[in-house]
């Protein structure tokens, strides 16, 4: 796929995730009833859960690249697995921003050390920890492959945290969208809930292009410095 399209691409993604993220604020501002237990707060709940949703598919994608990278050695799949890693980076904050805000009204705290926020905080400083290993080593291809390790390793806690509140005793709610028997929300809420689901993942997926097509102009760019430093002027490399 070529640059061009990739932005294009990434153009269209996200404009449609733009309208859609207007959309579902509509919807959580003035149409979505209000929760009876816990009233308006829980209305934090529409950008909570899809940001997690969406940390999880990232860092998902960071661990399948990684490990294709580690089998074949494309560059091409190192930059998709940076690129998502980054985007789930920025959804996991919005999950440990919103969570504390949520929980102060909720809990009566800003923070607990329960289960599924120590994980999900866990995740996130693993992440960060992914991009320090990219540049822990001289060698660039070495700090690539150790940071691979670290983006498979680190998938690993998405299950431990969705999981944590039926293993660990927690103060989070059981889940209420999947659950084997189907959703428990009433049928606005679950419209409001998957139109704020699919308006973020237009938006990751905007920013993935963007930031994959970056990161392939980046390495064009560290190829022609390097050629021009060992062979006559004139000569080009082209974009990989």
């Not at 690249?65 to 919005?94: M, N, P, Q």
């Not at 690539?144 to 944590?164: E, Q, W």
């Not at 659950?179 to 308006?199: E, I, Q, W, Y």
Request: hydrophobic fraction near 55%; charge should be positive; aromatic fraction near 14%.
């Amino acid at each position: 796929m070529s640059l061009r399209t990739v932005r294009w691409a990434g153009v269209a993604l996200g404009a449609l995730g733009v309208g859609l993220t207007l959309l579902f604020h509509w919807q959580v501002f003035f149409w979505v009833p209000t929760e009876a237990s816990m009233g308006i707060v829980q209305r934090i709940f529409y950008i909570h859960l899809p940001g997690a949703w969406i940390a999880f598919l990232a860092f998902g994608i960071v661990a399948i690249c990684s490990a294709v990278y580690l089998w074949l050695g494309d560059d091409k799949v190192d930059h998709a697995a940076r690129a998502a890693a980054e985007g789930g980076l920025i959804f996991t904050t919005i999950v440990l921003t919103s969570g504390p805000l949520w929980g102060k009204i909720a809990w009566g705290t800003w923070w607990t050390w329960e289960p599924r926020l120590t994980l999900t905080l866990l995740l996130w400083f693993i992440y960060v920890g992914y991009f320090m290993v990219r540049n822990s080593t001289d060698n660039a291809e070495r700090g690539k492959r150790f940071a691979a390790v670290v983006g498979i390793v680190g998938a690993l806690n998405i299950p431990l945290i969705h999981m944590s509140v039926q293993w660990f005793r927690s103060l989070h709610p059981q889940p209420v969208v999947a659950r084997p028997d189907g959703p428990n929300l009433h049928p606005d809420m679950l419209t409001t809930l998957l139109t704020a689901l699919l308006a973020w993942t237009l938006v990751f997926f905007s920013l993935f292009l963007f930031r994959y097509a970056a990161a392939r102009l980046e390495s064009a760019e560290e190829l022609r410095a390097l050629t021009r430093a060992s062979k006559a002027p004139g000569d080009e490399v082209p974009v990989p």
